[in-house]
């Protein structure tokens, strides 16, 4: 399976900042995911990421608020802007991999876990 | 409208007993189903998935689950749990070749009693 990194692995920032993640693959991976886990919550997809396209945004995100980057096939970037104490919450990557027997497989980076005060 | 459900929210077990987690899905189409476990502080790690073929399904750290049809259960199960087992499991719904999108259940929180 694919090795996925976060930078930075978790963050407090002051209301009204704006912080950008970023995800890094160590392959080349046509599909990536953003996710949001919001305390003692399951998950929920924020946005797909493709590489040269626009992201596809899940209702009730928009792209103001969570802009996302997809320069090239193994690096994303996710960033929380204007920022609430509400947007505290652990932000995960996820890759769809490309690999023979893993396809249709979502496999997740570590998180970045954000505290805004 | 697509959905998972994880009826428990804890289970305690203790170190050395059998464990088994519920999750019921509802899908359109014949579904892809997922079991991940996330560590505390961690990210998600993959046990295992179903796509098709033979409904039992073996994953990581000794975990199996078993697709039922009828029932539109995919149960996580493990003879003997251990201490390092205590973490949240997800279980999870989806097809990448439709939506790309995976669906979550809510999670349930496992501890283990030495």
């Known amino acids: 399976s694919a090795v996925i990194s976060q930078k930075p692995s978790r963050d407090i920032c002051q209301r009204g900042t704006s912080l950008t993640i970023q995800c890094q693959v160590d392959?080349?991976?046509?599909?990536m995911f953003w996710y949001r886990q919001q305390p003692g919550q399951s998950l929920t997809l924020i946005a797909t990421a493709n590489q040269g396209s626009e992201a596809t945004y899940e209702s009730g995100f928009v792209i103001d608020k969570f802009p996302i980057s997809r320069p090239n096939l193994t690096f994303s970037t996710l960033t929380v802007s204007n920022m609430s104490p509400e947007d505290s919450s652990i932000y995960l990557c996820?890759?769809?991999?490309?690999?023979?027997?893993?396809?249709?497989?979502?496999?997740f980076g570590p998180g970045t876990r954000l505290t805004v005060l | 409208a697509q959905s998972v459900t994880q009826p428990d929210i804890h289970i305690t077990v203790s170190e050395g007993a059998s464990l088994e987690l519920r999750c019921n899905y509802s899908y359109g189409a014949t579904p892809y189903l997922f079991w991940y476990v996330q560590s505390p502080g961690q990210g998600l790690q993959l046990l295992l998935k179903?796509?098709?073929?033979?409904?039992l399904v073996q994953g990581i750290k000794g975990f199996e689950a078993e697709f039922k049809r009828s029932q539109s259960s995919f149960n996580l199960r493990k003879p003997s749990v251990h201490w390092s087992d205590a973490a949240e499991y997800f279980c999870?719904?989806?097809?990448?070749?439709?939506?790309?999108?995976?669906?979550f259940g809510s999670g349930t929180r496992l501890l283990v009693r030495p």
């Open positions: 999870a719904v989806g097809r990448m070749d439709s939506s790309y999108k995976l669906i």
């Open positions: 179903y796509f098709s073929g033979d409904t």
């Open positions: 392959s080349q991976v046509t599909m």
């Open positions: 996820s890759v769809e991999s490309s690999a023979g027997g893993d396809t249709d497989t979502q496999y």
